[in-house]
């Protein structure tokens, strides 16, 4: 028991300064080779009390090269000895950490994962066996330095300035001597280096990479010299005018710099200028440069010095100075000035403009109810735009600013134009057809007898009713800026908007009303006026013969659930009882919305019950002189209304101060 506690001392002052974890381990690691060790119970001449080894027969020795240690100790004699145990310690580590083991025939090991400038402890351990007998040698130890590591910035292959730090790593320095390039006896003393020190350090001037050495000087009386270098970080510089516009209608101009190795810099505006330009202080701010006076291209050009001595290329840029304003000659514009009756939106066009410096860059559209006009709605370079106006029957006022490439500007003339809402009147064409509805059609009554209607020439309508926009806009009555139809309209205030629209537009009023207790219909006048009754069913068949314009009825025995007026009329089936935007659903086959349904809408005629069946051309009924007494003829349909009360054929009359929620109109024109 007396050697293997004199093996628990060894491992004990082997292991002084670790934890309790690697004591653990370290003693799993010197188990013996076979599988049952024992007690050791003979001499051992790896033991430091051994008389004639004192525990040192390898001779062990190591060599530092190509960032590694190298051990190496002489082959033992001893034939029982199976492996050996490498540990490792440095500075600062708390102790020695097992490393590695190798077999009896190893005489060497190469520790590769040391780091510069470090101090090493090795030692190594042998176990030996005989029988069930394990015997363990004394720790060895050699003592290393790997080489000094010595950076400079971290090791970064460029610096942008001579001003730079100095990295020295390298265990039991004393004290270094730094110098740049050859010149040795210009360097400079530095007495504390041990373990991690960071140096400020000023590199030569001059071109290519620059060279920094040191010697360091260790504790031991040893010394080793090191060195690094590094280059001067690129050129990066240049020089932007007018925040990188081609064109400037300023002689002043904003000039941005940039360099970032620039100490010093200087300004010309031209190559030749710089052997007399001074150089002057690097200020990366923005400036300004003013040009000498006149149109035409200017150039500028900048170098830039480092701290180095090194000069940059000559870096140039060039813009146009054209202080001259385009051309404004954009005649003729369309619309013309003054035009009328455009679909909205409105297609506007205009004449090219023209620039004889820097050339036409784009153009700028300003529309609004007022003049001059301010809202700008297009700028591009096309010379065409189509402009929706939000409120119709109604001046507009637009112009076109054109734009060179220098940003000077020239407004052309004022125009103006006046737009129907989303619609143009739609002209329905000359033709027969057969008003009324058979025997047999579902809600038939005896008052839409069949007769054939010629309409020699051809009329225009509204493709919807009057919105309340636009009635409150010519009115200042039932207040609204929607696209809803205007309802709780009378026969009266219809023929009165008529009027007042043919005045609006400079157009002759259709009905004269000055004449008490009657309307008289002037058919010479090129206004706004009602349709005829005739007109309507005409245009709301658009060319069919059936119920709906959208097809025959499909489901009359369900007033309120039509398959073929849903699509195209807002009825009981599908209006919640409520009035819907004019153009929401499908139009008809020429195009005209809510035809079926919404609101009923006036017609001219006086409302009279039997039609007859002869054919007639173009009829009025009751005249061109209206009673204002008479009942008169409404069309339609209303969202109250069932499937069969909304039929191209129904007919409805009231007076015409009747003005009940669901009435209203659209008005139509006579061609001329």
């Known amino acids: 028991m007396t050697q293997w506690n004199s093996f628990i001392e060894d491992v004990r002052e082997l292991l002084t300064g670790t934890s309790l974890a690697v004591f653990l381990v370290g003693l799993i690691l010197v188990g013996g080779c076979g599988e049952n060790p024992s007690e050791p119970g003979r001499e051992n001449p790896y033991d430091a009390q051994h008389p004639e080894t004192s525990g040192d027969p390898f001779g062990l020795t190591a060599t530092v090269e190509d960032s590694a240690v190298t051990l190496h100790w002489k082959s033992s004699p001893n034939p029982e000895v199976c492996r050996y145990f490498i540990f490792r310690g440095s500075r600062g580590s708390g102790g020695l950490v097992s490393l590695a083991s190798v077999d009896s025939a190893a005489i060497s090991y190469r520790d590769e994962s040391v780091r510069p400038g470090r101090t090493y402890t090795y030692k190594i351990q042998a176990q030996n066996i005989e029988g069930n007998q394990t015997d363990v040698s004394a720790q060895l130890a050699v003592t290393v330095h790997t080489s000094g590591l010595f950076t400079i910035n971290g090791g970064e292959a460029t610096t942008p300035s001579r001003a730079v730090v100095i990295s020295v790593v390298a265990d039991d320095c004393d004290s270094l001597w730094i110098w740049n390039e050859q010149e040795e006896e210009d360097g400079q003393w530095f007495r504390k280096c041990g373990g991690e020190a960071l140096v400020d350090w000023q590199l030569a001037a001059g071109p290519g990479r620059r060279l920094v050495n040191a010697r360091l000087h260790f504790r031991s009386g040893q010394h080793m010299t090191v060195m690094d270098t590094i280059g001067q970080a690129a ?362 349904g919404n609101i009923l809408e006036w017609c001219w005629d006086e409302y009279e019950v039997l039609l007859g069946t002869a054919p007639v051309n173009d009829p009025v009924t009751g005249g061109y002189e209206a009673e204002l007494e008479s009942s008169r003829v409404l069309r339609g349909g209303a969202v109250s209304n069932s499937s069969d009360q909304c039929r191209s054929a129904k007919r409805y009359a009231a007076g015409t101060s009747f003005d009940n929620p669901r009435i209203g109109f659209r008005v139509a024109r006579s061609v001329r």
């Not at 190795?261 to 400036?287: G, H, Q, Y």
């Not at 008052?447 to 051809?458: A, K, N, R």
């Open 235 to 596: 050129f990066t510089g240049g020089l932007d005018l007018a925040a990188g516009s081609q064109f400037t209608a300023l002689a002043e101009v904003t000039l941005r710099l940039w360099e970032p190795t620039a100490v010093l810099m200087k300004i010309a505006e031209s190559p030749e200028l710089f052997a007399t330009t001074p150089w002057e202080i690097f200020d990366p701010s923005e400036r300004t440069w003013e040009f000498t006076k006149g149109d035409g291209m200017k150039s500028l050009f900048v170098q830039f010095r480092n701290d180095f001595e090194s000069e940059s290329p000559v870096y140039s840029d060039e813009v146009f100075l054209d202080q001259t304003p385009p051309l404004a000659n954009l005649e003729p514009p369309f619309p013309d000035n003054g035009d009328k009756f455009l679909r909205n939106p409105v297609d506007l066009s205009w004449a090219e403009g023209s620039d004889e410096g820097s050339g036409i860059r784009r153009y700028r559209v300003l529309v609004d109810s007022a003049n001059p006009p301010l809202a700008e709605v297009y700028r591009g370079e096309a010379r065409q735009f189509q402009a929706g106006v939000s409120v119709p029957h109604l001046w507009y006022y637009w112009q076109v600013v054109v734009e060179d490439r220098a940003g000077n500007l020239a407004a052309g003339p004022v125009w103006k134009f006046m737009a129907m809402p989303i619609d143009q009147l739609v002209r329905i064409p000359a033709g027969t057809f057969t008003m009324g509805s058979p025997d047999d059609e579902y809600g038939h009554m005896r008052s839409e007898t069949q007769h054939q209607v010629t309409f020699p020439g051809d009329y225009y309508i509204s493709p919807h009713e009057v919105t309340t926009s636009s009635w409150y806009q010519l009115m200042g009555t039932h207040p609204g800026y929607g696209d809803w139809p205007a309802e709780r309209i009378s026969w009266l205030g219809a023929v009165e908007y008529c009027n007042r629209l043919s005045v609006q537009q400079g157009l002759r009023p259709v009905y004269d009303l000055s004449n008490p207790g009657v309307a008289i219909w002037d058919t010479t006048a090129n206004g706004y006026r009602l349709p005829t009754e005739a007109e309507w069913e005409y245009a709301c068949r658009a060319g069919t013969t059936t119920a709906f314009a959208s097809g025959p009825m499909l489901n009359p025995g369900d007033s309120c659930n039509e398959p073929a007026l849903d699509p195209i009329g807002f009825y009981c089936g599908n209006a919640y009882h409520q009035t819907w935007e004019v153009g929401t659903l499908d139009p008809n086959a020429w195009g005209l919305f809510d035809m079926h």
